[in-house]
């Protein structure tokens, strides 16, 4: 797949959401996003912070310098058939249960975690972050971890939670690599998602042109951040269990493709990179999504290229693409002072899910 990377302008990306047959007048206040009816390509609501202009900005500021208050969590052990586990962050009570999946190396302290499972509680959700395997602080116990496209825990655990918690409405919001597992995940299911409506949230829809992007300029930073992470909690894990990748040349692995190749693609039954990026990316699998579903993406993310963004004709009518054209990745910060930020996720994605709850209702 080419590597080869280009800018979309502002004007093709309002062709893009004109496309859709959806806009927000201007001055339509921030938290809105448009007729809660409406599927398609709509352009977002959310107005970026004045004193957070770019995409790096919206980026950093909340991994930074947002106080990360604790939760009370309750914490569960999952057992699975394959003889490893999940561990689950639960917080909240009430009759509706919503599900939530960090992004990769994430955990239920994420920054963008707590806030939203204050959000979700106060409108009445019980909150469990499925936290991926080897990512709650405890490595797993198979040589085998998470990826992008790996979608059998999460159905696992969806179904565990119809049967056994037997809740009003299901839920689940995922970021970023976790909102990728999610969609496919959604697209793989159909109609037996089990879920009653869902968010994805800054996902990284063509796993290829992710890898690309993130080699290039300031993305950098963040590439080199993560595939640290990555390789440093491969060696621990390996020195517990016979690995099956020579580990002498991990360090050699500097970028994402590099790691899939040699990491991710030989652990998890893909070829090479390319064979993992081209069946776990999520994108190939949004028209067939039949559940209720929210995206939401900024044009400006560093993480991935606008134009390799789907376009309106490649969603279902289930989905509803909202599409800002600043808010970096998991950023989305507002308000009027730096004092005082507004974290419009957090108001948004639960607004989405009363909307749809409403919706049934009528």
């Not at 579903?293 to 390799?308: C, N």
Request: proline share 6%; charged share 25%.
């Amino acid at each position: 797949m080419s590597t080869n990377i280009r800018v979309t302008s502002d004007a093709g990306l309002q062709q893009r959401i004109e496309a859709g047959n959806h806009n927000l007048t201007a001055d339509e206040p921030a938290d809105a996003g448009g007729d809660d009816t409406a599927s398609g390509l709509i352009e977002s609501g959310f107005r970026p912070a004045w004193w957070l202009p770019g995409a790096h900005a919206q980026t950093l500021w909340p991994f930074v310098f947002r106080q990360r208050r604790r939760l009370p969590i309750d914490w569960e052990r999952l057992e699975l058939p394959d003889g490893d586990f999940l561990d689950l962050a639960w917080h909240g009570h009430g009759p509706d249960v919503c599900v939530l999946l960090h992004g990769l190396e994430g955990c239920c302290r994420s920054h963008y975690m707590p806030g939203l499972m204050r959000a979700l509680a106060a409108a009445g959700w019980r909150v469990v972050v499925m936290h991926f395997r080897g990512c709650s602080g405890e490595i797993n116990r198979l040589p085998r971890s998470y990826h992008s496209g790996e979608t059998g825990d999460l159905h696992y655990l969806l179904n565990l939670l119809r049967e056994r918690e037997q809740p009003q409405r299901l839920t689940a919001a995922g970021f970023s690599l976790g909102g990728n597992v999610l969609l496919k995940y959604m697209g793989q299911r159909a109609a037996d998602s089990r879920l009653d409506a869902a968010c994805a949230i800054s996902v990284p829809f063509d796993l290829a042109a992710g890898a690309a992007r993130l080699e290039q300029g300031l993305s950098q930073i963040y590439q080199w951040w993560l595939v640290r992470a990555l390789r440093r909690k491969i060696r621990a894990k390996f020195r517990r269990m016979k690995s099956p990748i020579e580990l002498s040349a991990l360090d050699l692995q500097q970028t994402f493709r590099q790691f899939d190749n040699y990491v991710t693609a030989p652990l998890h039954g893909f070829v090479d990179a390319d064979d993992y990026y081209t069946r776990s990316s999520s994108k190939q699998y949004l028209k067939r999504i039949r559940t209720p579903t929210l995206i939401l993406h900024a044009a400006d993310d560093p993480f991935l290229d606008p134009a390799a963004l789907p376009q309106a004709d490649e969603l279902s009518p289930a989905v509803r693409f909202e599409l800002s054209r600043r808010g970096g990745h998991v950023g989305f910060v507002g308000g009027r002072w730096p004092w005082r930020p507004e974290y419009w996720l957090e108001r948004h994605i639960p607004l989405f899910f009363q909307e749809q709850s409403a919706n049934e209702r009528k």
